[in-house]
């Protein structure tokens, strides 16, 4: 699968729809209730963080929100040629790799804080994460998607880490 664009609504849909399938919530409880505003509203105005990963051997990440973009510090143009692994940090990338790992094998998994670093070398903490597989309707796979309800800098936790 290649990067989608900024508004697909099918994308969103498959977004949405999966996340509610394997999770059994609501990814956006307050989201929109048509598939065109739903598009732009993950993408524009979400309060937290959505990425997602295509099926390749070396993921590739296929979509960012807004939200994810100031995070991260990449464009969209350049995030939609990223690595997924590349977003962790050189000593998270084992545990990166293993929560990647568990969602493959039961379809998501949530709970999870990682080190992430910014375009700029920036740490920061994504917090209260739940990644999924994009499965649409028919079962087929589309690769991963994750979303990171909070995030704080390196420099602002006090918790050691």
Same mark, same amino acid.
């Given at each position: 699968m290649t990067a989608v664009s900024h @508004? =697909? !609504?099918? /994308? +969103?849909? *498959? &977004? !949405?729809s999966s996340y509610q399938r394997l999770t059994g919530a609501p990814l956006w409880p307050s989201g929109p209730s048509h598939d065109g505003?739903?598009?732009?509203? &993950? %993408?524009? =105005?979400?309060? /937290?963080?959505? &990425? +997602? @990963?295509?099926t390749s051997a070396d993921p590739i990440f296929i979509y960012a929100n807004t939200t994810a973009q100031r995070c991260f510090e990449y464009t969209?143009?350049? /995030? !939609?040629? &990223?690595p997924s692994r590349l977003s962790a940090a050189p000593g998270g990338q084992s545990d990166r790799a293993g929560f990647v790992r568990s !969602? +493959?094998?039961r379809g998501y998994a949530s709970? %999870?804080?990682? *080190?992430?670093i910014a375009k700029s070398g920036r740490g920061f903490w994504i917090e209260d994460v739940t990644m999924w597989n994009l499965l649409d309707a028919d079962g087929t796979h589309h690769g991963q998607a994750a979303v990171f309800r909070s995030w704080t800098d390196v420099s602002e936790d006090r918790t050691g880490g």
């Open positions: @508004h =697909d !609504v099918a /994308f +969103a849909r *498959l &977004l !949405v505003e739903t598009a732009r509203r &993950l %993408y524009e =105005d979400a309060p /937290f963080g959505l &990425l +997602a @990963h295509d969209w143009q350049e /995030f !939609v040629r &990223l !969602v +493959a094998e709970g %999870y804080r990682g *080190l992430r």
